[in-house]
């Protein structure tokens, strides 16, 4: 993974989506132009730590944790998204949306965060 130019937070073929600011608010209406996927509040409001999402991917999916492992770029990126607030996040998400390889990486990151309270 080679990092995105101009921004030390946004790793590549990393972990993305294409989001907006009117999604801090969990019951603001979605459109189209809003979002390409249709549920990204499990990422902007999780409530779990770098390492419960980390050992969520390990366990639901090693293949893509040794890619996160691999890559000091995104585990940095992982580290300060799960550090940041809902409105932060949806920045680092905006940041890093255009990425090559970011809707590979949607549903890896989504599971993540949508099941690391379980660990």
Known sequence: ??????NRAAPTRGLATSVTA?????????TSAQLRHPDISPMIYTTCTFDQ??????????EAARY????PPNLQFLRQFMA???????RLLNA????????????????MMTTCVNY
């Open 1 to 6: 993974m080679a990092a995105h130019s101009g």
């Open 22 to 30: 009117t999604e801090t608010s969990p019951s603001a209406p979605q």
């Open 53 to 62: 999402a980390m050992r969520a991917v390990h366990a639901e999916n090693p």
């Open 68 to 71: 996160i492992d691999a890559s």
């Open 84 to 90: 940041s607030t809902p409105d932060q996040r949806v």
């Open 96 to 111: 890093i949306k255009d990425n090559p390889g970011a809707d590979n990486a949607l549903a890896v990151f989504t599971q």
